[in-house]
Each structure stands twice: as C-alpha cells, then as structure tokens.
C-alpha cells in the first residue's frame, strides 16, 4: 500500500483505475457497490490535454466518484522515478476531473493481468494488458478496502 492510500474515497459509487505507463494509459472501472473491477480501455497517450479530456470523457460516461492510480514503488517501497511520474500525472487527472485519488502499490499487477490473458488470442493480450492490469490495481484496492486495511 502507498503512502496515498490513506486518502479516503467514497465507500459507494463507481472508481476509475488507471495503470499510468510511458506510451499507454490502462482504465479499469468497478460497480457501484465497489466489489468488482472490470478492465474498460487502453488509451494511447496523446498530449496532455488530449489525455485529459478523454480521461473526463470516460469519467462522466461512467459517473464515476473517485481514481486509484497504481503507484509502481520500488521493492523498499520508495519512490523512484516511475512512481513520480506516475503520481504526477495521476494528480493532473485527479485535478482536472475533481475527484479524489488514492495511489495504490502497483507491485505484481502486470505479472497477474499477464496470467489472466494467458489463453486470449495474442492480439487480445497486446491490447487489453494494461486494462487487466489497472482492474488488477483497483480489485486489490478494493478487496483491501472491504477488509479495513
């Protein structure tokens, strides 16, 4: 669990996941109960503001009350340079869109999204890894949320 995790977001209503990569942004979103995370889309990083205007479109689509970000620390649990520019640009969506975000460990997320596609056809798996691996993020999330954690 990252530092962050500790913001609260509502405990009902839907929550947009985003696994924040360097080219990609994967998007996972659960129901209104909070008990189940579903991989949406894979946005192709574009520009800032392009990116965040999709992002506000998915947002509004799907009525959603709060973000989860995966924040990839590092094995000691710092912060390297991929968590801060993962955070950052978790931040700008969070301001933009005014919702509350929660960064939220990341570790294994694309090991276990990898293991879920093992039997999709190929070109599913290239396309849909960094949906699983935000539905990863948020269903852990979640799950830990549901237990007090």
């Given amino acids: 669990m990252s530092e962050a995790a500790a913001v609260l977001l509502p405990a009902a209503g839907r929550l947009l996941a985003l696994d924040v990569g360097e080219k990609r942004v994967g ?10 995370a579903t991989p949406l889309t894979v946005l192709q990083r574009r520009s800032r503001a392009e990116d965040l205007e999709r992002l506000a479109r ?16 590092n094995v000691d649990g710092s912060a390297g340079p991929q968590a801060q520019q993962a955070a950052r640009y978790a931040r700008r969506v969070a301001g933009h869109l005014a919702l ?21 056809p190929k070109q599913r798996r290239r396309m849909a ?3 699983e691996a935000a539905a990863v993020i948020l269903q852990d999330y979640l799950d830990r949320s549901r237990q007090g954690q």
């Fill in 27 to 36: 998007v996972a979103v659960c129901d209104e109960m909070q008990t189940l």
């Fill in 58 to 73: 998915l947002a509004l689509e799907q009525r959603v009350v709060g973000l989860v970000a995966g924040h990839p620390l």
């Fill in 100 to 120: 509350p975000l929660a960064l939220w460990d990341e570790y294994g997320s694309s090991q276990e999204a990898a293991a879920r596609l093992a039997h999709a």
């Fill in 129 to 131: 890894l960094d949906a």
